[in-house]
């Protein structure tokens, strides 16, 4: 595909998003879940500690701005209000696919701008899984995260949104290979992340086995690609897109489902993504077994607005999520991933077919 398409298609994405209703119609599942209450929680709310750790970089909560943008000098600019927001916070953030200055490296300053005004956070790169089946995946996938001295790569599975994408690059087999083999060439952790239908337990095992470092599920339940691609499908008049993107609208593992199936199948570090709009979803993540919780939709049309909305709405998230940990009793992350919750409707369903058992949440005990 020409240089311009993939950079005219992301600009397209962002138009899209900012524009249109691009929601699941399927819940998070975070309303399914309630961490308990404790009415004497023993701590002052002071004292609550947020902070953490990602691969030996210090965080002040365990939040990351998700992987959305680059390739335009509109995305630039979010690039760069995003990462200031990131340093301000001292939190993490990802830059979106690369691709479009791996192909035309005039672009590279659209996601380096990200770099430039966050040196110290942890940052991440980005590639599209279909990349990797090309003869120069690895030179690409190091270009990538050199071109902003990242800190992991991120590789986006997105079957979903190729599928419904008119031209939408649908190769994926032997995959897990080509992942096997990028782990084994580059000098930073490398991470799967979906797009917005989840992962399956079956799933991250496979990519443990491939020796991936961390898995970001972005699950169900926030924006949906399928969505994305029938707006765009709309306006280029592609009847068959159309069709496809209303009925694969609501695929996909809801996101607490997918926390659950991940946490409890792998050693690896668990990312909260995909309909994550507040600092108690987040909680309920962490309690579930995630490591961090991310934002991505929300954080876009924030920035959009400008820096300063942009922090006062990651502000918000960080002071919710603290207010959870005080309510729970929590000193700390790891007191917080002993607490106790409970889980009903659909994601208590969910979990008993898929094998887990709910209930061991609800009666464990912090010490
Ligand atoms: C405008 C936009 C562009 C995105 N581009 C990428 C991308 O390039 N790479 C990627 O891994 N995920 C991308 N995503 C997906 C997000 O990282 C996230 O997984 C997904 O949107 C679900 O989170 P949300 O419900 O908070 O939006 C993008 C999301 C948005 C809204």
């Known amino acids: 595909m020409p240089d311009s398409l993939t ?3 992301k600009l397209s994405h962002i138009q899209t998003t900012l524009k249109q209703d691009v929601q699941s119609h399927v819940p998070t599942g975070f309303d ?31 939040l990351i701005i998700e992987s959305m943008t680059g390739g335009t000098p509109m995305a630039a600019k979010l690039n760069s209000t995003l990462a200031k927001v990131a340093q301000k916070l001292e939190i993490g953030m990802g830059v979106g696919s690369q691709r479009a200055a791996i192909e035309d490296n005039k672009l590279a300053y659209t996601y380096r701008v990200a770099r430039d005004a966050a040196p110290s956070i942890p940052l991440f790169a980005n590639l599209g899984c279909p990349q990797l089946s090309r003869e120069d995946a690895v030179d690409r996938a190091k270009r990538a995260v050199d071109m902003i001295r990242a800190d992991g790569l991120f590789i986006h599975l997105n079957a979903l949104q190729e599928s419904v994408q008119y031209e939408g690059e649908t190769g994926f087999s032997k995959m897990l290979q080509r992942l096997s083999d990028l782990v084994r060439e580059l000098s930073v952790p490398v991470l799967i992340k979906e797009t917005g239908a989840g992962i399956s337990s079956e799933t991250s095992r496979e990519a443990e086995a491939a020796g991936v470092k961390g898995i970001n599920v972005s699950g169900l339940g926030g924006t949906s690609w399928s969505a994305v691609e029938y707006y765009r499908a709309r306006e280029k008049h592609h009847p068959v897109q159309i069709e496809l993107g209303k009925t694969f609208w609501d695929w996909g593992i809801p996101t607490v489902a997918s926390i659950v199936e991940v946490a409890n199948s792998t050693h690896l570090k ?16 962490i309690a579930l077994g995630a490591h961090y919780g991310g934002l991505a939709l929300p954080m876009l049309k924030s920035a959009a607005t400008g820096e300063r909305t942009a922090l006062a709405r990651l502000k918000v998230v960080v002071e919710e999520l603290r207010n959870a940990l005080f309510l729970t009793g929590s000193r700390n992350l790891q007191e917080l991933r002993k607490a106790p919750l409970v889980i009903s409707g659909s994601s208590y369903l969910w979990l008993t077919q898929r094998g887990f058992d709910p209930a061991r949440y609800a009666t464990r005990r912090k010490s």
């Open 7 to 9: 950079a005219k298609r």
């Open 32 to 62: 399914d879940v309630r961490l308990l209450h404790k009415a004497l929680p023993e701590i002052d709310r002071d004292e609550v500690d947020l902070s953490t750790e990602i691969f030996g970089h210090r965080m002040n909560a365990p």
């Open 270 to 285: 668990v990312f909260a993504s995909g309909g994550v709009r507040n600092g108690l979803h987040i909680a309920k993540a």
